[in-house]
């Protein structure tokens, strides 16, 4: 039986005991895969409950919004409940992998990379991605440079202004830190939190995110948009910016930083409640020159 730390327990309900793990990585690389292996274990599980949900019919006469959400909480509770006592999982993973370690394992916690955590933090696509302070303007720069050209190229034929597509990349995807990854490791090109709804007939990648309900944070697996390129990715942003009607307030805005991040807040695109001062604030510090 593995012996679970306290903070992998939290893990997936407490966005700040991922940093705990990390400084465990460091420190005590052996008890950090153990904490680790445990919060994948707690992913599974809760994806396997959704998936079960997913499989019931869910058209009953108490059926809402409000009780899918408390049933999803709920699952994610069960689920760390019965990770905490352990069904095996944990333990394989922990005996593959005790002689594979790398220098890379804390990296290797980003809920966003290749297993899901959730982004979500769970650091969410939508909600987390941090503030540019975060991030030196090297690193920043770097990632404008690189989707810039595929930016420009979609902006062209859509007409949804570059620096929109370049910010929500950026805040959606930590700047290119934290990419949507798919279960084998693979990148899904996905920069922009698009989430996979009934007419993606696509690839799909699952991953934890971290969703608002009037203001509040709740962590629950959902299946995003798994492109071939990211010139793919911008163009299919771009087209659902411009086609969407929901989104026509946006391109109303022209140049507009504030005007653009507050009218794609309030048409739904995020539920992060700050999501619209984060975007105008990464838009308004990027350099489009090149």
Not at 96 to 120: R, Y
Not at 272 to 283: G, R
Request: net charge neutral.
């Amino acid at each position: 039986m593995v012996n679970r730390p306290d903070a992998s327990a939290k893990l997936a309900i407490d966005t700040q005991s991922l940093e705990q793990l990390r400084a465990q990585a460091r420190q005590s690389p052996d008890q950090a895969l153990k904490a680790a292996a445990q919060q994948f274990e707690s992913v599974f599980l809760n994806m396997m409950l959704k998936s079960m949900r997913e499989a019931t019919p869910q058209d009953g006469m108490f059926d809402s919004e409000q009780t899918r959400m408390f049933t999803g909480m709920l699952d994610q509770q069960l689920a760390q409940s019965m990770s905490g006592r352990g069904v095996g999982l944990a333990d394989i993973m922990v005996k593959q992998l005790s002689g594979q370690m790398t220098e890379n394992l804390s990296l290797t916690l980003n809920p966003l990379s290749s297993i899901p955590d959730s982004q979500p933090s769970v650091l969410s696509p939508q909600s987390s991605a941090v503030l540019p302070s975060a991030y030196n303007g090297t690193v920043q720069q770097s990632f404008i440079d690189r989707m810039l050209p595929f930016a420009r190229q979609a902006s062209q034929a859509s007409g949804v202004p570059p620096q929109l597509m370049l910010g929500q990349a950026a805040l959606e995807s930590g700047w290119g830190r934290r990419e949507i990854r798919m279960v084998d490791g693979s990148n899904s090109y996905n920069l922009f939190g698009i989430k996979a709804d009934a007419g993606w007939n696509g690839r799909m990648a699952e991953v934890m995110t971290t969703e608002y309900k009037n203001g509040i944070a709740y962590r629950q697996v959902e299946k995003f948009r798994a492109y071939s390129s990211y010139a793919e990715a911008f163009q299919d942003h771009a087209n659902m910016i411009s086609n969407n009607p929901r989104y026509a307030g946006v391109l109303q805005q022209g140049g507009d930083v504030s005007g653009m991040a507050q009218a794609i807040q309030k048409a739904g695109y995020a539920t992060d409640p700050k999501y619209a001062d984060k975007l105008a604030q990464i838009m308004g510090q990027m350099n489009l020159a090149g």
